[in-house]
């Protein structure tokens, strides 16, 4: 079927909106219609440093609903409303133990460029275009493997929900499935984006007694402020280590790590206090830790995490309830743009103008 999907022809190109070609669904996959998908960090990083093969249609927090289901999909038919999360194997061990996030296959799976059977769906004039996150959510239809795709409640916004597949359940599930504080404990969340701001919501959820907010723009700062933080700090203006340490009276037990800067890094490591535990979830480059005096000496762990450890089939379905609760207000992040302003969306995202953009594509 012929679709209008935004093709990133070449590394650090803009996207272009064109008529590709999407095969059909083959066994145990889905059609989904795209309603809407949030615009990602690591679509603008696929993007400039081609960690994906390209072309390609990038695109990987779609939400929508099921036009059309192959043979053998069991769990999802026409209609349904759905969130579609990142691709996983879902029978390697840490698949089957909890942890598809970890899955032996998950980098081929998510930046290899092919879908669940290692060929495409795409094309153009007969070249193939490569797949993103087994899903290619940039686009006004999508093909993706049951097992990633998560059915939502058709009473909440669908074109609002996209974000949970990826940014939003990292920086949740980072909180509410890895660290797991207890109540009454203190945290620290460095870099106040769209993943940072969804682990201080979390932190407030399970009753964190400090939550500390850590940026360098004052505006995100307020904001932080307004969706739970106890404590902001400037890293621009204050020592943030001496400020966590007086404030916590001692250090923090947890930390998580969003801006991927290795001297915040090292704050979040430093600032903690004996037996603490820091997440890291940032793209973070080399650099260089003094592992005794930053870890060991106190019995520290620095853990990486990715897509918040999440089994996105119990875990989004559960971030919906809290929404629905009132206690996970995620829709205060988010901008929308419409398909066509799909650039525009990418460079308010990387300036600070907006913390979560989504592009509406159904019309």
């Keep these: 079927m012929k679709i209008t999907a935004a093709v990133t022809e070449a590394q650090g190109k803009d996207f272009v909106l064109q008529e590709v070609e999407l095969a059909s669904p083959k066994a145990n996959e889905v059609l989904i219609k795209i309603v809407a998908t949030g615009v990602c960090h690591t679509d603008a990083v696929a993007r400039d440093l081609a960690i994906a093969p390209l072309p390609a249609v990038l695109g990987h927090e779609g939400s929508g609903i099921v036009e059309e289901v192959g043979e053998g999909v069991t769990s999802l038919e026409k209609g349904d409303h759905v969130v579609i999360s990142f691709a996983h194997c879902g029978t390697c061990p840490n698949c089957l133990t909890g942890h598809p996030t970890v899955c032996d296959t998950f980098n081929p799976l ?34 993706a493997h049951e097992r990633n795709v998560v059915k939502v409640d058709k ?31 203190t945290i620290v969340i460095y870099g106040c984006g769209a ?26 700062l307020k904001f932080a402020k307004e969706l739970g933080a106890t404590h902001v700090l400037n890293g621009r203006n204050v020592d943030v280590v001496a400020e966590v340490k007086k404030i916590t009276n001692g250090g923090s037990n947890y930390a998580v790590e969003t801006t991927g800067v290795p001297p915040v890094v090292k704050q979040s ?13 940032g793209v973070t480059p080399e650099m260089t830790i003094d592992v005794h005096n930053d870890i060991m000496a106190e019995g520290k762990t620095m853990m990486g995490v990715i897509e918040g450890d999440s089994v996105p089939r119990v875990f989004i379905p559960e971030l919906v309830n809290y929404y629905k609760d009132g206690k996970f207000p995620f829709d205060r992040l988010v901008k ?28």
């Design 110 to 143: 998510n930046f290899g460029g092919v879908q669940d059977d290692y060929t495409t769906r795409l094309s153009k004039d007969g070249a193939e275009l490569a797949t993103f996150f087994g899903q290619s959510s940039f686009g006004t239809y999508a093909i």
């Design 155 to 185: 009473d909440v916004d669908l074109a609002l929900l996209g974000p949970l597949g990826c940014g939003i359940q990292t920086g949740a599930g980072t909180v509410l499935n890895r660290l797991r504080p207890q109540f009454g404990s």
């Design 195 to 220: 993943v940072g701001l969804s682990a201080l919501m979390a932190a407030k959820i399970v009753g964190c007694k400090h939550i500390i907010a850590v940026d360098v723009h004052d505006s995100r």
């Design 269 to 281: 490591l430093n600032a903690l206090r004996p037996l603490g535990t820091c997440a890291i979830v």
């Design 336 to 363: 929308f743009y419409e398909f066509e302003q799909i650039n525009e969306a990418f460079e308010d995202s990387k300036n600070g103008t907006t913390i979560k953009p989504i592009l509406k594509i159904a019309k």
